[in-house]
């Protein structure tokens, strides 16, 4: 299991967001501005997209806050996926901000005491870091910059996803809904997962929503599965959720694949 851990994460995670890299996806108009950051110590590029016709309203809209998402990485996808489905009227019109990364696997891993993570990732145990700028830094310039409501989720895949069912289990406060798309939950040989129980118990003060999805990879389906079954026995009333589990996707395609299922289940 380790093995196979250390090539996906080798594999995946040092070639960053290049995935499907045959797909050349249309940029989306969108604003793009930089933080510079006390939280991270360093500057942090923000891509904003807004829907049709959001310049000419009055109208203050929920925030979907993703993760990779830089102009080279996922954002033009993702926003034009929700563009589609706001037109469609699939889901409500909402804002769509990505963060851009700069060390991607320092900023979405917790910390790990296996060796052959820190080998692939010697830069790591940076998530708690980087959920305090999201909190302390990017919202509060979101909301000055933009008419936005209380309602906010997040969304990221793989080692991003990793950090989205991380930040469920430690501060859910953050987020009102949660989409992790094939979720790195191997990472720290399970940790997240093995010790999830404890986490989800607490998961009571206020309404939440998770949707998460694993793929055919073996070393991330077994710990997707296993986080299903244990909501499945533990998961209070406050927390609505659903598995997607996708055999028939690769790693490299479940993202795509599942993206609008998954923003139409979360946002109604």
């Not at 090539?7 to 989306?28: N, R, S, Y």
Request: include cysteine; charged fraction near 20%; hydrophobic fraction near 40%.
């Amino acid at each position: 299991m380790k093995n196979l851990s250390f090539v996906l994460f080798l594999t995946l995670l040092l070639a960053g967001c290049a995935k499907e890299t045959q797909q050349v996806d249309v940029i989306p108009n969108h604003k793009t501005f930089v933080i510079e950051s006390s939280e991270v110590s360093e500057s942090r590029v923000i891509n904003v997209w807004m829907p049709e016709g959001y310049a000419k309203s009055t109208d203050s809209l929920p925030v979907m806050y993703m993760l990779d998402g830089g102009i080279q990485e996922d954002f033009p996808h993702l926003a034009n996926t929700i563009s589609k489905l706001i037109e469609n009227k699939s889901i409500p019109p909402m804002l769509l901000v990505g963060i851009e990364n700069t060390e991607r696997r320092r900023d979405l891993t917790g910390p790990s005491q296996v060796a052959q993570d820190k080998e692939v990732a010697p830069l790591t145990d940076g998530s708690s870091v980087f959920r305090a700028f999201v909190n302390n830094e990017l919202f509060p310039e979101i909301n000055k910059r933009y008419r936005t409501t209380n309602y906010k989720g997040v969304i990221g895949e793989s080692v991003a996803g990793l950090f989205v069912v991380e930040t469920l289990l430690l501060n859910p406060e953050l987020f009102d809904f949660y989409i992790a798309i094939d979720p790195s939950l191997w990472w720290n040989n399970g940790h997240l997962t093995t010790t999830s129980k404890k986490y989800i118990d607490k998961l009571t003060s206020s309404n939440k929503k998770l949707w998460f999805a694993g793929s055919q990879a073996v070393d991330i389906s077994v710990y997707t599965n296993q986080l299903a079954k244990t909501l499945e026995k533990e998961a209070p009333q406050t927390l609505t959720w659903k598995y997607s589990n996708e055999p028939n996707e690769k790693h490299s395609t479940i993202f795509r694949a599942t993206k609008e299922k998954a923003l139409k289940w979360i946002l109604n």
